[in-house]
């Protein structure tokens, strides 16, 4: 009852207040006049928005749209691409490239789908007030106002994992690719962010939505950070003892070399990861890595794009006020050389061909610190591990009445050469990585390590528990687990390498 008297009373007072305002409206004819074009006007005003929005999509021609780039290259000269008919590939560099071009795939839809999209994504991150300074971030300076904008948008939304948004402004696809490869040709520490993503258009061209895709380590961004921080850390923190920038751009070069294997099977090749942490990439790997290592130490290097014999990446670094040409990839040999560090584009162009929008990279003519008076060995092929023979199979055998161990290869065990790890950094890295995967309490897993002495030092960090803040307790922490025993066994193998056996019980 109580229920059903408030509601008359609140119908009561409403229809109280109508007639309030109509009696105001009859003593005050003004107040009618100026609420009617008050009303009249905020509908106008609304017409007028979805008008100029509509018309900007229909006035939308994908034929005489930006494609993003700037009028001038941002060099002062302009590089000449050389002929790819008189390339000459050393024997021994063949097939040592291994960059994947930008993966692209677009779907057309619907008028009606647009606007159902535009709903629901939405821009994410706008990416407004960012800034890329010129020496550091070039191809943000290829682009004009329009691709700076996405540029801007793009990177925002990567560097917050977020995948799916639309342009803030009308864009064809051939602006959408430019501003995504200028993006991520400037950011190796955008290591999640695969050289792919798709797009959806409408019929007038127009992208609608954008779809970034992240590799593995987005699924654990801050243990990946941290590993990623710290394989970096360590090349850089023995970087900054040297005085001389050209020896601190040497001593990275000398780093990577040693630290990284090549391996066109390796995971998330593409990315600076796969060469700092995972120490297993290809030329995209070694050229974002140098990259990303020579920023941090305040020195101008770009991630260059072209052609050596098949899709290659190399860097170009700043010395002084001259640009040169470096190919950590190339200089990867067994010996290491340095034919391909510090040269010019003249030295360059009987081998490399630069391609897209790297052909607007400033031209490389430095002759200081060009071949860094450096004797050079010709490479030899790589070697490749050759299996003991056939008969070898057995763990031990009878020979002269004793009984002598036959050790097992490194094909017996389940890996290959290229598998095995080279330093202890990237075995913990290892442990981690194959610890996360697992959902079990009881684990087993298996590495190799390169020699006796990687092996020595590996038992000296267990005694000392070196490994627990290496990897062990990110691990415990991820996981919300309290404790865990951890039992390590290692096996000689026929090249002098170390089978690792882990047997883990987490509490």
């Given at each position: 009852?109580?229920?059903?008297?408030?509601?008359?009373?609140?119908?009561?007072?409403?229809?109280?207040?109508?007639?309030?305002?109509?009696?105001?409206?009859?003593?005050?004819?003004?107040?009618?006049?100026?609420?009617?074009?008050?009303?009249?006007?905020?509908?106008?005003?609304?017409?007028?928005?979805?008008?100029?929005?509509?018309?900007?999509?229909?006035?939308?021609?994908?034929?005489?749209?930006?494609?993003?780039?700037?009028?001038?290259?941002?060099?002062?000269?302009?590089?000449?691409?050389?002929?790819?008919?008189?390339?000459?590939?050393?024997?021994?560099?063949?097939?040592?490239?291994?960059?994947?071009?930008?993966?692209?795939?677009?779907?057309?839809?619907?008028?009606?789908?647009?606007?159902?999209?535009?709903?629901?994504?939405?821009?994410?991150?706008?990416?407004?007030?960012?800034?890329?300074?010129?020496?550091?971030?070039?191809?943000?300076?290829?682009?004009?106002?329009?691709?700076?904008?996405?540029?801007?948008?793009i990177y925002a939304n990567a560097n917050a994992l977020i995948k799916d948004f639309s342009p803030a402004e009308a864009v064809s696809a051939t602006l959408l690719k430019n501003a995504f490869m200028a993006v991520v040709n400037d950011h190796p520490e955008l290591f999640w962010v695969n050289t792919a993503y798709q797009y959806k258009y409408a019929p007038s061209g127009r992208v609608a939505a954008i779809y970034l895709s992240f590799n593995k380590t987005a699924d654990?961004?801050?243990?990946?950070?941290?590993?990623?921080?710290?394989?970096?850390?360590?090349?850089?923190?023995?970087?900054?003892?040297?005085?001389?920038?050209?020896?601190?751009?040497?001593?990275?070069?000398?780093?990577?070399?040693?630290?990284?294997?090549?391996?066109?099977?390796?995971?998330?090749?593409?990315?600076?990861?796969?060469?700092?942490?995972?120490?297993?990439?290809?030329?995209?790997?070694?050229?974002?890595?140098?990259?990303?290592?020579?920023?941090?130490?305040?020195?101008?290097?770009?991630?260059?794009?072209?052609?050596?014999?098949?899709?290659?990446?190399?860097?170009?670094?700043?010395?002084?006020?001259?640009?040169?040409?470096?190919?950590?990839?190339?200089?990867?040999?067994?010996?290491?050389?340095?034919?391909?560090?510090?040269?010019?584009?003249?030295?360059?162009?009987?081998?490399?061909?630069?391609r897209d929008l790297a052909v607007n990279l400033p031209v490389c003519n430095g002759t200081l610190y060009r071949l860094c008076e450096i004797e050079y060995e010709e490479p030899e092929e790589p070697e490749k591990y050759k299996p003991s023979k056939k008969e070898d199979i057995d763990s031990s055998k009878e020979e002269?009445?004793?009984?002598?161990?036959?050790?097992?290869?490194?094909?017996?065990?389940?890996?290959?050469?290229?598998?095995?790890?080279?330093?202890?950094?990237?075995?913990?890295?290892?442990?981690?990585?194959?610890?996360?995967?697992?959902?079990?309490?009881?684990?087993?897993?298996?590495?190799?390590?390169?020699?006796?002495?990687?092996?020595?030092?590996?038992?000296?960090?267990?005694?000392?528990?070196?490994?627990?803040?290496?990897?062990?307790?990110?691990?415990?922490?991820?996981?919300?687990?309290?404790?865990?025993?951890?039992?390590?066994?290692?096996?000689?193998?026929?090249?002098?390498?170390?089978?690792?056996?882990?047997?883990?019980?987490?509490?």
């Amino acid at each position: 009852m109580r229920i059903v008297e408030k509601l008359l009373y609140g119908i009561g007072g409403l229809l109280a207040l109508v007639l309030l305002f109509i009696l105001l409206c009859h003593f005050k004819p003004e107040l009618a006049k100026n609420l009617g074009e008050t009303i009249q006007a905020n509908a106008k005003e609304t017409e007028e928005l979805i008008t100029e929005e509509k018309k900007e999509e229909d006035n939308f021609d994908v034929a005489t749209a930006s494609d993003g780039l700037a009028v001038l290259p941002i060099a002062k000269e302009i590089y000449i691409v050389p002929t790819e008919d008189n390339l000459e590939i050393p024997l021994w560099a063949d097939e040592r490239s291994g960059m994947t071009p930008i993966n692209v795939q677009g779907t057309p839809i619907t008028e009606e789908e647009v606007e159902e999209i535009l709903e629901q994504l939405g821009i994410g991150k706008d990416g407004k007030g960012l800034s890329f300074e010129q020496l550091v971030y070039p191809y943000y300076h290829m682009l004009d106002a329009t691709g700076q904008a996405l540029y801007r948008q793009i990177y925002a939304n990567a560097n917050a994992l977020i995948k799916d948004f639309s342009p803030a402004e009308a864009v064809s696809a051939t602006l959408l690719k430019n501003a995504f490869m200028a993006v991520v040709n400037d950011h190796p520490e955008l290591f999640w962010v695969n050289t792919a993503y798709q797009y959806k258009y409408a019929p007038s061209g127009r992208v609608a939505a954008i779809y970034l895709s992240f590799n593995k380590t987005a699924d654990n961004i801050d243990m990946a950070k941290g590993l990623f921080e710290a394989a970096a850390e360590e090349v850089l923190s023995k970087a900054q003892e040297l005085d001389k920038v050209h020896d601190k751009e040497l001593f990275v070069h000398d780093a990577l070399v040693d630290k990284i294997t090549y391996n066109k099977a390796a995971s998330m090749n593409q990315s600076a990861y796969s060469a700092l942490v995972l120490g297993k990439t290809v030329c995209a790997g070694y050229a974002r890595a140098y990259q990303y290592l020579l920023q941090k130490l305040g020195i101008p290097c770009y991630y260059c794009t072209g052609y050596a014999g098949e899709n290659h990446a190399w860097n170009i670094v700043k010395l002084e006020d001259t640009y040169y040409n470096v190919d950590v990839t190339w200089s990867d040999t067994k010996p290491q050389n340095y034919l391909y560090f510090n040269g010019t584009d003249a030295d360059y162009a009987k081998d490399h061909i630069r391609r897209d929008l790297a052909v607007n990279l400033p031209v490389c003519n430095g002759t200081l610190y060009r071949l860094c008076e450096i004797e050079y060995e010709e490479p030899e092929e790589p070697e490749k591990y050759k299996p003991s023979k056939k008969e070898d199979i057995d763990s031990s055998k009878e020979e002269g009445g004793q009984q002598v161990v036959v050790l097992r290869t490194l094909e017996q065990v389940g890996f290959e050469y290229e598998d095995l790890i080279r330093s202890i950094q990237d075995y913990y890295a290892d442990c981690s990585q194959q610890l996360v995967k697992t959902n079990s309490k009881n684990v087993t897993f298996k590495n190799v390590v390169k020699d006796d002495k990687l092996w020595k030092e590996i038992m000296k960090s267990y005694e000392k528990g070196n490994y627990e803040n290496a990897y062990m307790n990110r691990l415990l922490a991820e996981k919300h687990l309290s404790g865990a025993k951890l039992k390590v066994t290692g096996e000689m193998l026929a090249d002098g390498s170390y089978l690792i056996t882990h047997q883990v019980m987490l509490q």
